[in-house]
């Protein structure tokens, strides 16, 4: 089982930066990727970025691409998801999500982001 925990959201003024931070516990080994979902109100949960740990490939959703950069997991078992030139648009709770190599996927509790003026 691996359990992860995010921080680092919070208010940003647009065109502003953030950088959240998920921490990885557990069976840490077993990840096989890692990534950031996001749900606004109103709408269904989307992905954002991932990178797989063995070809250490990474994906974005067009809407973040130049402006969202996705970690690898350091030695404190931690990614970060670096968010710079926010937009109103990118409001919303942002979600860890891990996969192991085995199929086991695991969900942070969350951490809320609001770009606003």
């Known amino acids: 089982q691996v359990q992860l925990v995010e921080s680092g959201g919070g208010l940003v003024r647009p065109g502003g930066s953030l950088r959240l931070s998920c921490t990885a516990s557990?069976?840490?080994?077993?990840?096989?990727?890692i990534a950031w979902y996001r749900q606004a109100p109103g709408k269904q949960r989307e992905l954002v970025a991932e990178r797989n740990r063995v070809t250490d490939k990474t994906n974005y959703v067009d809407s973040v691409k130049g402006r969202f950069t996705i970690s690898r997991v350091d030695a404190q078992n931690t990614a970060y998801l670096q968010m710079n030139a926010l937009k109103p648009e990118d409001t919303a709770v942002y979600y860890c999500f891990s996969k192991t190599s085995a199929g086991d996927e695991s969900w942070g509790q969350g951490t809320q982001v609001t770009v606003s003026s």
């Open positions: 557990g069976r840490i080994f077993t990840i096989a990727s």
